[in-house]
């Protein structure tokens, strides 16, 4: 499937670890996790879905510690969290880490 702007649209959820199976976002549409600019509507959909996930605490852990990726996933909604909101535990992350 492709959106209106011409870039291709998620049809499945990629499931990061065992904990993802348990994930309520799992179970919905995933272009809402990862909304395009000035979407609002999609973003709190995306975060009153990940205020009642079971695994929150696993989700966040995971964008945080990269993921495959350069230092923290950069985008989306991973529990229930913007990239920017995420900014400061990923220093935290981190800071423990190292």
């Not at 065992?18 to 994930?23: G, S, V």
């Not at 272009?31 to 966040?60: G, H, M, N, Y």
């Not at 920017?84 to 423990?96: G, I, N, T």
């Amino acid at each position: 499937m492709t959106r209106p702007d011409g870039t291709a649209r998620a049809t499945t959820l990629a499931i990061p670890g065992q904990w993802a199976e348990r994930a309520l976002c799992a179970q919905a549409d995933p272009d809402a996790w990862f909304p395009a600019k000035r979407q609002r509507e999609s973003t709190q959909l995306a975060k009153r879905i990940c205020a009642r996930c079971p695994v929150r605490a696993q989700c966040l852990e995971y964008a945080l510690s990269g993921a495959g990726t350069w230092g923290g996933i950069a985008t989306g909604i991973w529990d229930g969290t913007r990239p920017q909101e995420r900014d400061q535990p990923r220093q935290q992350h981190k800071a423990v880490a190292a």
